[in-house]
């Protein structure tokens, strides 16, 4: 099965092509710290044989994340225990990413003001956000290049940037959010520049042997925002910086979604396309034979499985042993197996 062969990408080599794609666990105290319950979830899922584990969204500032429970990345003190996690998930074989976020206006906690490119609510409970000025754009610039320096230094194999799902490099991205008249807003070119700039900024300091991921919502499911052709766009403006796509859609304001199995397919396979990048796919994916058509077919290279995982740790395990494969299985688990 191509699921079960091996993806290079770069220097980094996955043993399968499943993904277990960043999902907040909500689990930090307000330090921001990886904990006990970091450790064992993402473990638990390297055990299970998953190819690429990406840790979830991780704020590059304090008020970059959207709780103040969310992991952090803004300061030395985060390395020692996103390194523990790194160790370990690479023990059991499986690549690990981390997602380097910020939230904007999406921001909920108590301890900081929201920011966002314009002065625009999420939604009427969410809090009125703060424009940036042109140096606090700069500065978060920096806060993620420092991110990622950090990143390096915690052992991780790839980061992905978050610019998907309504937070703040997305916000600066649809013009539903981003209402500059400065050269950070008004055409596709300018709304592009504050991601353009991290990205550049990113790469300059990341191992050129590692992949760097982007996240993106490829639709924002409103006229006057994000299209696909909006995307396709966008990426072919920065795709020198970055080694692959994490195609989704959606989260930018409150909108009705129909999804269904598969429903965001159509999207990674336009990008890998007519982008000519690679490209992992996501959405309510939780049958192999799916995972197995959108790789068999070439519309993704990696295809993620996030609540599946969630419900059962040992997927791929399972559906190796179902399917007669002949894989590694954990020395420990192989009488079940």
Excluded at 18 to 45: E, Q
Excluded at 305 to 327: C, H, Q, T
Aim: one cysteine or more; charged letters at 25%.
């Amino acid at each position: 099965m191509k699921a079960f062969s091996n993806y290079t990408l770069k220097s980094t080599t996955l043993k399968n092509r499943i993904v277990m794609p960043p999902m907040c666990m909500y689990s930090a105290d307000a330090t921001g710290k990886a904990n006990d319950f970091h450790y064992n979830h993402y473990l638990t899922r390297a055990i299970g044989g998953v190819g690429l584990i990406i840790v979830e969204s991780t704020g590059v500032t304090e008020n970059g994340r959207t709780t103040d429970n969310d992991l952090g990345i803004w300061d030395d003190s985060h390395i020692d225990g996103l390194k523990r996690i790194v160790d370990g998930v690479k023990k059991y074989g499986s690549s690990i990413a981390i997602q380097l976020n910020h939230g904007g206006r999406k921001y909920t906690g108590n301890y900081s003001e929201a920011v966002a490119p314009s002065a625009l609510k999420f939604d009427d409970s969410s809090l009125l956000p703060r424009e940036l000025t042109k140096d606090e754009i700069k500065k978060i610039v920096l806060d993620f290049t420092e991110a990622a320096k950090r990143a390096d230094k915690a052992g991780f194999d790839s980061i992905e940037i978050h610019g998907a799902h309504g937070y703040l490099i997305h916000q600066f991205l649809s013009p539903l959010s981003n209402l500059r008249t400065d050269e950070y807003g008004g055409n596709i070119k300018n709304r592009t520049r504050f991601l353009k700039e991290i990205l550049q900024s990113v790469k300059e300091v990341w191992p050129k042997d590692k992949p760097i991921l982007l996240r993106v919502s490829s639709y924002d499911y409103k006229e006057g925002g994000i299209t696909l052709d909006d995307m396709i766009e966008i990426i072919n403006e920065v795709k020198d910086y970055i080694d692959m796509v994490h195609v989704s859609t959606g989260g930018l304001i409150p909108a009705k979604i129909d999804v269904y199995p598969g429903y965001q397919i159509n999207y990674s396979n336009e990008i890998r396309s007519k982008c000519n990048i690679p490209t992992i796919a996501v959405g309510l994916i939780t049958d192999l034979n799916i995972a197995e058509e959108i790789i068999s077919n070439g519309r993704a290279d990696l295809v993620a499985i996030g609540r599946e995982l969630l419900r059962s740790p040992y997927f791929v395990l399972k559906e190796a042993k179902d399917r007669n494969l002949d894989i590694e299985y954990p020395t420990q688990y192989k009488g079940a197996f």
